[in-house]
């Protein structure tokens, strides 16, 4: 079970973290990314982690403000965002297990419900 957390209202240029808890299986073995949804848009991956070697990825359109990080003896996948935008305003989604060769067309077998951010401008 995938449970994200941290999503609330904010203004442009803020910053915020939003945390994925795991539960029910260890998800250190797993490739976790973070997806978001915006109303009338689909849905589209934002950033990824590798369970090993650091690796890590990120969509054009948040590089160099958001930064994605995971502990995992704390189960728990993180997604730091700064510099806000408005058009970062969607559903944030926590994702595991997918191939990493896969990206960006990643298809995960877990997903989170999902956690809102509003950026107002």
């Known amino acids: 079970r995938l449970v994200e957390s941290g999503g609330k209202f904010v203004q442009a240029g803020d910053s915020l973290r939003l945390s994925c808890a795991a539960s029910?299986?260890?998800?250190?073995?797993?490739?976790m990314a973070w997806f978001r949804q915006a109303p009338g848009k689909e849905r589209e991956i934002v950033s990824a982690s590798a369970w090993s070697g650091g690796r890590t990825w990120y969509a054009d359109s948040v590089k160099g403000r958001f930064t994605i990080a995971r502990d995992n003896d704390k189960n728990t996948l993180y997604l730091q965002m700064n510099s806000l935008k408005p058009e970062d305003t969607a559903i944030y989604f926590c994702v595991a297990g997918f191939e990493w060769r896969s990206l960006p067309a990643v298809k995960g077998s877990y997903w989170g419900q999902g956690t809102q951010v509003t950026v107002s401008s």
């Open positions: 029910g299986r260890p998800f250190g073995s797993f490739n």
